[in-house]
């Protein structure tokens, strides 16, 4: 296969790329089985290292101050009782007998957008990848656009190796990682692709809400509220919104530009 992420596979070799899928959804998440078969339409040497349990935003964490487990579940398929980070950390590290060639994170139940972004293990996975010098690809569904419980698992079957393989064979920098969110629509009704950047919605997104378990004692449970909001044309969240695939490349730098340029001029050294 040509280019990946920048680092060009001998063209002239019969080398199979080597693809690692991982997720946050767990090991058993319909998501991770719906990228298993989109990746062997683009390879046949495929390694999955995905959590036991899910880790939905847990973003970006690793385990520092807990032992981590592993079980195999099958030939080249691993389960972790840990973080995505961890999982990709182990696959490099232990799992694996060679770095792979790419790295797979998702398909995500729901959408990873705008401020999802920053909290989503499964960018974060990708995103570690990226740091351990792979190519990576974080790859959601969203869901809850047509019904409150919509999720077309067949849009990514039916889209997923047409989104993937120009983007492979294409290559990207080596610094960031591609977000690709497929609509919540039935893959004839996908309207196309669309290059986004990130957006940020109009209004806060998470809520809490308080209830009482049957002794009497207050409990919490966080979420999301739901709300559409009104995204600017280019980004993630309008593309979503519109019924296109929306692919944005994302980096860790946090670096403020403009406002830091303010500050060197205000405040010279």
Known sequence: MPPVGGHVLDKASDKTVRILLTNDDG?????????????????DDIWIVAPEL????????ISLTEFVRVREVRPQTY?????????????????????????????????????????S??????LFGMQHGVPAIALSQ???????HSCPWDTPLAWGERVLRPLIENGWPNDLILNVNF??????????????????????????????DLR????YWIGYR?????PDKGTDLRAIYDGYVSVSPLHVDLTHERFLQEMTQRWPA
């Open 121 to 126: 293990g499964t960018i974060a996975a990708a």
């Open 226 to 230: 739901g709300k559409l909001s009104n």
């Open 79 to 119: 389960s972790v009782n840990g973080t995505p980070s961890d999982c990709v950390l182990l696959a490099l590290d232990e799992l694996m007998p060679e770095k792979p060639d790419l790295i797979l994170s998702g398909v995500n139940a729901g959408q990873n957008i705008a401020e999802d972004t920053t909290f």
């Open 183 to 212: 609509p919540d629509r039935a893959p004839d009704q996908v309207a196309g692709i669309q290059f986004t950047r990130q957006g940020f919605r109009d209004e806060r997104i998470i809520r809490t809400e308080a209830r009482e």
């Open 54 to 61: 899910e880790q939905s935003g847990k973003g970006r964490a």
């Open 142 to 148: 969203s869901r809850g656009f047509q019904t409150p």
């Open 27 to 43: 090991i058993h998440a319909k998501g991770l089985g719906v990228l298993e078969q989109v990746a062997r339409q683009l390879s």
């Open 216 to 219: 009497g004692n207050t409990y």
